[in-house]
C-alpha cells in the first residue's frame, strides 16, 4: 500500500539534450504581469514522470534500495525543516525592498529640497520641503529606511550564524525575524512608494522618474516567498508559544527580551511616567524601549487570553479566525520592537559625533511616530493625553531638526546615478541646481536652443 509522506524535493529532468520537453512533462508559461517583465515565471504539469530514487534531495529524508522510506524528523518538522530553506529567499527579499525603499526616498527627498513653491509676500519662493506637511510625509520614511538598513545587518549576521551552526534556537529566531521583516518591510515600502511618488507631483508620475517601474515590480514581494499576511501568523505563532512555554516552566524556544522581563514591563503604567512631558524623558533610549515592549506584551497578553476563551467555545482554528486581527497587530508590533533595538544598538556604536547625533533623532522619530500613531497607548493609560500632544510636538520639531541634514542622510546611501536613473533626483543634477534639465533632456527636448 502507498503511504503518502507529503510535499519532498527531487530534481527532475524538463528536456532532453535536444531541448525537446520529456514524456510526461508539461510547460505553460504564466503570460504577462503587473511587472518584473524580465522574469520568465510558468507553470509545470506532471503526468506519471519517472525519476530515478538517486534524485530525491535527502537532507530530510531518504529511500533505500528496497523502497523503505525513512527521515530523521517526525512529519511535521520535516515539513517545517523543508519550508526553512525559504529563510534565505526572505533575507534576500527584505535586501531588495530596503534597496528600492532606499531609491525612492533619495529621489523623493532630492526633489522636494530643490522645488520651489509659494512663499511669503515680497520674499523669495521657499523649498517645497520646508512646508511642515511635506516634511511630515518624508522624513518618517527617512527614518524608517535607516530603522530598516540596520536591522537587515542583524538578520544577515544571525542568518549567518544559523547556517554556520544549525543551531535550533538560532534557526528558531532566524525562521521568525525573517518572516517577519520580509512581511513589515515589504509592506511599509510598497506604501512609502505612493507616499514619494505623490510628494512629487506630476513629475513624479512621469515614468522616467521610476516610481511606476519600483510600485510594478516591488508589489509581488508582498506575496511571494509567502504572503506577508501569512508570514504574520507564523510570528504571532511562534510568540504565544515561547509565551506559553515560559509560563509553564519549559525553555523559551527564542530569545526576545519582553518575554523574558514580561513580569516587569506588563505592569500597570506608573502615573508619573505616563504624564511626563519633557524632551529628555521623551527622547530617552529606555522610554522608547520599554514603550514598544509594553505594547507587545500587552497584545501577546491579550492575544492569548482571547485565544484560550474562544478555542473552548469554537475550537482552534476558528478561535485563531476571530482572533486574526488581534495576532497580526502582535506580529506588527514584536518586529517593529525588534527594529528599534537595533536601530538604537547601531546608534551607539557610531563613532562619530555628528553623525549619532542625527542617527539617534531618526531613530527617536521611527519610535514616537509608532507611540503616537498607535491608540493602544491612550487606552491603556501608557501615554495621557497631555503626554500625546508633546510627542506630536515633539515630532515636529525632530522632522524640522532633520530638514537640515536630510540630503546628506540620503546621500550616504551612495546610489550611483547609473542606478538611480531619475532625472528629478540625480546627486549630479542636484549639485549643479539642473535637475529640470535632466529631466526635461531626458524626454527629448533640446536645451540651449
Known sequence: ???????????????????????????????????????????????????????LLDRFASVDRSGNYSSPFSPGRRFGATLGELTGGRVGLTSSSIGVLKGAVTVALRYNAQRQQFGPPEAPEISVLDYQSQRQKLLPLLATCYALHFT??????????????KDDKIVADVHAMSAGLKAYTTGYTANALSVCRESCGGHGYAAINRFGSWRSDHDIFQTFEGDNTVLYQQVAAMLLKGYKDKFSGAPL???????????????PPNPLVSHDTTTRHLRDSSFLIRSLRYRTARLLHTAAARLRKHSRKMGAFHAWNRCLPHLLLLARAHIESLILDANLKAVSACPDPECRKSLKALADLFALQRIHDD?????????????????????EQLCSELRGVALPLVDAFAIPDHILRAPIGLSASQQHGQQYNEYLAAVGWELGA
Request: hydrophobic residues 40%; positive net charge; glycine residues 8%.
Open 1 to 55: 500500500m502507498l503511504v503518502d509522506h507529503g510535499v519532498h524535493a527531487l530534481v527532475a529532468p524538463l528536456r532532453s539534450s535536444k531541448g525537446e520537453i520529456c514524456p510526461g512533462v508539461e510547460i505553460r508559461d504564466c503570460g504577462y504581469k503587473v511587472g518584473l517583465q524580465g522574469v520568465d515565471n510558468g507553470s509545470i504539469r506532471f503526468a506519471g514522470l519517472r525519476v530515478p530514487r538517486d534524485n
Open 253 to 267: 524556544q527564542a530569545t526576545y527580551t519582553y518575554l523574558r522581563q514580561w513580569a516587569s514591563d506588563a505592569l
Open 375 to 395: 491608540i493602544l497607548f491612550a487606552h491603556a493609560d501608557y501615554v495621557a493625553p497631555d503626554k500625546a500632544k508633546a510627542i506630536q510636538r515633539l515630532i
Open 152 to 165: 537587515r545587518g542583524v538578520l544577515v549576521a544571525k542568518y549567518e550564524e544559523a547556517k554556520v551552526t
